[in-house]
RNA sequence: GGUGGGUUGGCCGAGAGGCGAGGCAACGGACUGCAAAUCCGUGUACACGGGUUCAAAUCCCGUACCCACCUCCA
């Protein structure tokens, strides 16, 4: 049984063939650091980060590029209207991204390339585009340098539209542009209205980047001229990633083989980029559920499906985690297993992780009736586990020391009083025992009685 | 104007011609001193109108509504 994919080019899921037997080389765009992460935001990360650990899974020795655009129109805006320096500001969003990611389990990629250290390899690609005759430097003196988009016969291949029937841009200050559809590939330093620090040194003057060319330089640099996968949002796939394979074989690199996006998550039906201030971001999510919860959320839809956010939704994908999670904590310490085949079956066809999430609730409710459930919960390990959501990963967080010398004192108060419930109830003194568990519960700790005895564990629902 | 996607039970969310994915909620039952947890059972859902077919949520035609992208966006 082969993996096979969606492939945004071809439109349709094809058998995953890699250029080199048993390597796979993906690309993902990254974020802009501009502002706090959303939860729109981290779903591209996840959803690549569950395709990088099946590829492993299946035995692939993967090379996972995902870049970090660290200078842009919005960086400068935002850096300018909070009063620090651009890259002050790009290096603050990019540490609260790294948390977030962290908070997800989102794995690190093999590499994660700055636009702004690759401007070098960028200024090489433009050259030789120029050189072949895809791109020329602006007639207006601006020091811009733009794609010829008449020049790629091509263009509009990715996303299967002519170049006529595009739209060019409302806001289209001409700029020295031959078409209006023609894209910047280096944008000339405004000395006005832009700080110095954010120009560096080319063949046409000061200047920066392009939005679209660092990813074809750093794709290029990383993964060499051909590679496996290309991925990120639904929205890249035009102008941004049309335009990166354009600019890349127009300079004669074979580029990607399959293109993957993944779907947006929307509140009240409008993306979130548009909507409402931070209350989806990343930290403030968090302090109502915990990040393998947020985390399963994102995985019990599929990537390509459209997903409109509420915390109703959330939550009650938290309850059902918690159920796994209960079920394994009764399970006590197991071997990570197998999994089980129809699993591999759903994940194998295009990352089928909703049907792959119906497999592992199968195989919990099999656990529950077993007598020894360790077969169950060794599967359902080993299923979370390339899911990215095993609760014992360190990746969690070990808890400070503090946690556990908290905890360690909690459950000698608790067994205190669960022993004089048991002594209560043996006694038939019942009223006296409901006290106890009331008592226990009002501090948000439930007990589970089970043949061995009652444990405790914090109630589901308080996080 | 061009390109693509969507509308599934109370809610979330799969599926892509024939056996009721799964979860949450609800109801009944088992277990329990009572609960909790767990298990068992309970649903005749596929926007609308036609058509094809022995058989349609799934294919075809039409309609309605929603969304995304068209050079700043995950």
Known sequence: MTLRLYDTATREVRDFVPLEEGKAGLYVCGLTVQSEPHVGHVRSGVNFDVLQRWLRHLGYDVSFIRNVTDIDDKILTKAEAQGRPWYAHAAIMKRELDKAYAALNVAPPTYEPAATGHVPEMLELIEMLIAKGHAYAAADGSGDVYFDVRSWQQYGELTHQRIDDMEAAEDADPRGKRDPRDFALWKGWKKESEPETASWPSPWGRGRPGWHIECSAMA?????????????????????????????????????????????????????????????????????????????YIVSAHYRSHVEFSFEALDEAAVGFRRI????????????????EAFVAAMNDDLGTPAAVAVLFDVVRDGNRADDPSVQAGQVLAMLDVLGLDPADPAWGPGSSNDQQLVEAVDVLVRGLLDQRTQARADKDFAAADAIRDQIKAAGIAITDTPDGPTWALEAGTK
């Open 220 to 296: 290029g640099k990383y993964l060499g001229p051909a590679f496996d996968i290309h991925g990120g949002g639904v929205d890249l796939r035009f102008p941004h990633h049309e335009n990166e394979q354009a600019q890349s074989r127009a300079a004669g690199h074979p580029f990607a083989s399959y293109w993957m996006h993944n779907a947006w998550i929307t509140t009240a039906g409008e993306k979130m980029s548009k909507s409402l201030g931070n209350t989806l971001s990343i930290p403030s999510v968090l302090e109502r559920v915990r990040g393998i919860e947020l985390r399963f």
């Open 325 to 340: 999670e209960s079920f394994l904590e009764r399970a006590g310490d197991v071997a990570v297993g197998e999994l089980p």
